[in-house]
DNA sequence: TGCGCCACCTA
DNA sequence: GTAGGTGGCGCAC
């Protein structure tokens, strides 16, 4: 990587002082301000620059990746503009092994090989902090880590010394004069670390860092510390004794398991000790001139950004570090407008540039546009409203683009058109199916157009779904996606009608100011269009997930949701007083129990209870306190009753206030219905979510639960309700992923599944009901990207154990075992995992050396195929569903969907067809979805109630 | 009023 | 161990 092998520093090509050396601070003068020494370490930051930026994928237009580039320059200029540094240097790690490897031989053997797109980018990242002047500092044999402790060190008592860096380890270089410059949550942010920062998040202070360090090891070094000796427990014990050596020399006193623990670690203590602990007494030559900033290469440095494209960071160039481009190369500004998509902070232009918007009105104005329409056969569509929720929404105005750079927009104000008559005149054009709609979530348009008696279709292209099929996990909004795909700055609606309470209402926008507004939107749209358009054909199975799936999906359930679920509310208030009766008992009863009252919905206080006033064992703790989940509850529960009070407090409390209480206010006055909002484009797995109010999450388990589902009922009290669900979906999806034939075969003989593991994995064929419980878990582990300290976290076993069941199946199971295995390296080769469809979701993460992350991104990895697959289905069977009932004319109405189950209410008389229809579908959608070696079984149910049709 | 955190409901 | 949403508390603004 950093090539030069030099035995000493090199750094800028000019080491005098661009400006006349500051005069080394004299002795006394302890009120005069040190100079700033700001030492960066540089392979940390190089590393965050990358993966803070890997979700915006920065490329220049030839494909070369430039994120981490940018992201190490931005955080450069940040450090030069804000502080001014008057000595500024960057440590890098010297290429070869250092006396750790030599100490230790699994010293940071866990680290995988940075990822390509990074090792491309630190050439550029060296020529850039060569070209700005700032010395670079390598030395073969020690890490970065160790120049910087050297470095602080030698010198705080002549300045202040900031080292900047995200690496938590540097806190045990935190020191009178040495503190630490975080980079934040947001970009360009840093947040400073001193003494009390370091005690504040460690619960140890600096000076006990190093023993901290050694007694919790460093998984990201591949140091090993005390066996489960984690922070709490170490910060507490250094609290306690002061220091490891003091900890060692009081063994004795210590609980057996800790005890038990530091010896065996006694042995290896010393080793770890001196792995983590940095170098504060390297002997370099280095002296304070030599961390001294020379003159910046002008000409090197505008040249690098022009080439990189990062035309942000040279416009921040001048300003902080006092140069100029050469006139030749001087950055350009209005020159090249398209090219700057791939930068970070493009150039925006203003939205509506270069664009002709038209306020339609007149009648006159309105009869040629209509006639424009009409001949179209293609146009982006968008509405004003007075609200967001669609029900209570009127029409302010609709804005139509035919084609890029033109928008119209047909206003309804007060000096407008009338919003009645004129949208009849439309009518037959929004509904004509051969002119086909774009729009940015159609969905809104359709909901609200149907309050006018039209039926908007048919969806040709919906630029959020576009987006989101894209790349499920970034932005959808029209605003970020005009920046991102079309380098246009929008009018955000905000800044149209103000925000809070000084906000306008829209008909007192002023028509003109509306109606460029709403043009923009439509203009942008059919812009956007355009891009996505080109890239989803650029891969054709994402254009075939948005035309076969997403784009006809919108009207489905625009339908569901404007349809919506009548709920029993004389059965949820009964249920609502006796909940309450019970509760009032188990307040009193808890109260007495504690000896005084408190708020039991306060996790805090109930802590404070349990732990402080009845000295209750603490089991676990969270960020803010001890933690009183249902796991520590319940174990508490047998120690006390008053914690099996508070489960039974918990639970009720819980369903009172988000569905026995919170329903029934959620009903729309309009229809007296509820109607949820089905989301389309959150869920990084392709799934959709419901929310205001979510009816995906309706209890079932519980008896109270229960009596919940009872409530829904069908609008009409003569229909029924029909639910239909499939079967161990996921699991059938894994085992078509797999190919595997035991597994396969289970199906095809409709075996009970998890009995059918539980036989292989416990090699029995008397299976009782604890195997079939813990076979039960690994398939579900299975499906959640199954892991040693998950499964034995699950089954409450060692992780050992845990690990013995998962070798086992996974050795009986070969077929699943490779095929989790391949769809990890595949991902991690191509970036991304794919749904049978081709759905995709990116995972960068695969990728990071952080541990931890990598994991949590390897069990994404394993679940998005199987849990996108099951969601790409329903989906197809959703829309073939929803089109036959149409084709068969039924009165039959979809409501609800729950991830593997549909609802429907049907005539009586209906019942039986609608059965054979639903299931047809919803067998059939499997095939076409790739799952075909499989069986994939459908149950259906009827009833008065969604209980009874379960 | 907005936000992070904890806890807990679903598939 | 995957994917979501909501309610209440407690704090900062």
């Not at 009901?769 to 299975?782: I, L, Q, T, Y």
């Not at 075992?817 to 991304?832: D, H, I, N, P």
Request: glycine share 6%.
């Amino acid at each position: 990587m950093m090539g030069d092998n030099q035995i000493d520093l090199f750094g800028a090509s000019d080491p005098a002082p661009a400006t006349p050396a500051q005069k080394k601070p004299e002795r006394e003068t302890g009120e005069k301000k040190k100079p700033g020494l700001y030492l960066l370490d540089g392979m940390a930051m190089v590393y965050r620059a990358f993966y803070a930026l890997q979700q915006a994928r920065m490329r220049t237009r030839d494909g070369v990746p430039t994120g981490a580039v940018f992201g190490f320059a931005s955080s450069l200029l940040r450090i030069i503009e804000e502080y001014q540094p008057e000595y500024l240097a960057v440590a890098f790690d010297s290429p070869e092994k250092t006396f750790r490897h030599e100490k230790y031989e699994a010293y940071k053997a866990n680290r995988p090989a940075p990822p390509d797109d990074l090792i491309t980018q630190l050439a550029d990242i060296r020529e850039l902090i060569k070209a700005f002047g700032i010395p670079l500092v390598i030395m073969p044999g020690f890490e970065a880590d160790d120049l910087i402790g050297t470095a602080a060190r030698k010198f705080e008592d002549d300045c202040q010394v900031f080292i900047v860096t995200p690496d938590k380890d540097m806190s045990q270089l935190v020191h009178d004069g040495v503190r630490l410059l975080k980079p934040g949550k947001k970009q360009n942010e840093f947040e400073l670390v001193g003494s009390r920062e370091v005690a504040e998040q460690f619960g140890a202070p600096p000076e006990q860092f190093i023993d901290l360090l050694t007694l919790t090891g460093d998984t990201s070094d591949n140091i090993p510390g005390a066996k489960g000796i984690g922070p709490k427990t170490a910060s507490s014990l250094l609290e306690e004794y002061g220091s490891l050596d003091n900890i060692y020399a009081h063994l004795d006193d210590l609980k057996p398991r800790a005890r038990k623990s530091l010896e065996e670690f006694r042995e290896i203590m010393p080793l770890v000790r001196e792995l983590v602990t940095i170098r504060t007494d390297l002997d370099v030559p280095l002296t304070l001139d030599d961390l001294h900033s020379g003159k910046p290469d002008a000409d090197a440095l505008f040249a690098l950004l022009r080439r990189l494209e990062l035309k942000a960071i040279a416009a921040r160039v001048p300003a902080a570090l006092g140069i100029d481009p050469p006139a030749a190369t001087a950055t350009d500004g209005e020159s090249d407008p398209e090219a700057s998509e791939v930068s970070a902070e493009p150039t925006l232009i203003p939205a509506g540039e270069g664009s002709e918007y038209h306020l339609i009105d007149t009648e006159e104005a309105f009869g040629k546009l209509l006639e424009k329409l009409e001949q179209a056969d293609s146009f982006s569509v968008d509405t004003e409203t007075t609200s967001l929720d669609t029900f209570e929404a009127e029409l302010a105005g609709i804005s139509f683009s035919l084609e890029p750079g033109e928008a119209f927009f047909v206003y309804f104000g007060e000096t407008g058109l009338d919003a009645k008559t004129t949208v009849a005149k439309l009518k037959p054009l929004l509904e004509n199916p051969e002119i086909g709609k774009t729009g940015q979530n159609l969905k809104y348009d359709i909901l609200v157009l149907k309050n006018y008696g039209v039926e908007l279709q048919p969806v040709e292209f919906d630029t959020m779904l576009a987006s989101y099929v894209l790349d499920p996990e970034s932005r959808h909004n029209l605003d970020d996606m005009a920046a991102l795909h079309l380098s246009r700055q929008t009018v955000k609606y905000d800044e149209l009608v103000g925000t809070g309470k000084s906000a306008i209402g829209i008909f007192e926008v002023e028509p003109q100011k509306l109606s460029d507004y709403a043009c923009q939107d439509a203009d942008i749209t059919l812009k956007l269009r355009g891009e996505l358009a080109a890239k989803l054909e650029a891969t054709p199975e994402l254009l075939e997930v948005c035309r076969t799936l997403e784009f006809p999906l919108v009207r489905v359930l625009a339908d569901m949701e404007h349809q919506g679920v009548s709920i029993d509310t004389e059965h949820l208030a009964k249920l609502a007083v006796k909940v309450n009766e019970e509760l009032v008992g188990l307040t009193e009863r808890i109260h007495e129990a504690a000896g005084e009252t408190f708020n039991i919905d306060s996790p805090k206080q109930l802590g404070h209870i349990l732990f402080d006033v009845l000295k209750l064992p603490t089991k676990k703790a969270t960020k803010t306190g001890y933690s009183t989940n249902v796991q520590v509850l319940e174990e508490l529960a047998l120690l006390n009753p008053i914690a099996a009070e508070v489960l039974e407090y918990r639970s009720l409390q819980k369903l009172k206030g988000t569905y026995i209480e919170a329903l029934p206010k959620l009903l729309h006055a309009a229809t007296g219905r509820l109607h949820t909002s089905f989301n389309q484009s959150i869920t990084a797995t392709g799934r959709l979510s419901s929310s205001n109010p979510n009816l995906q999450n309706i209890p079932i388990r519980t008896d109270l639960g229960k009596e919940i589902r009872r409530a829904f009922i069908p609008s009409n009290p003569e229909n029924l309700l029909l639910s239909a669900d499939y079967s161990q979906i996921e699991l059938r999806v894994a085992a078509e992923l797999s190919g595997d034939p035991m597994l396969i075969e289970a199906f095809r003989n409709h075996e009970d599944i998890h009995a059918a593991t539980a036989r292989v994995i416990f090699d029995t064929d008397e299976v009782t009901s604890d195997m079939r419980r813990k076979a039960k878990e690994v398939n579900f582990g299975v499906l959640y990207g199954i892991q040693p300290f998950g499964l034995s976290q699950r089954l409450g076993i060692p992780q050992k154990e845990a690990k013995e069941i998962i070798d086992t199946y996974m050795a009986k199971y070969p077929g699943m075992f490779s095929a989790l295995q391949t769809t990890v390296e595949e991902a991690r080769k191509l970036g991304y995992v794919t749904t049978l469809m081709g759905r995709r979701r990116y995972v960068p993460d695969l990728n990071s050396p952080n541990g931890n992350i990598r994991k949590a991104a390897e069990r994404v990895t394993m679940n998005t195929p199987i849990q996108g697959t099951a969601a790409d289905i329903i989906k197809y069977a959703m829309c073939t569903i929803s089109r036959r009932l149409k084709e068969e004319r039924l009165n039959s109405v979809m409501l609800l969907q729950v991830h593997d189950e549909l609802l429907f209410e049907t005539p009586a008389d209906e019942q039986s067809r609608l059965t054979e229809l639903v299931e047809k579908c919803m067998v059939d959608a499997a095939s076409k979805c790739g799952v075909r070696n499989v069986p994939v079984e459908v149950e259906t149910g009827v009833g008065k109630n969604w209980l009874e049709a379960h």
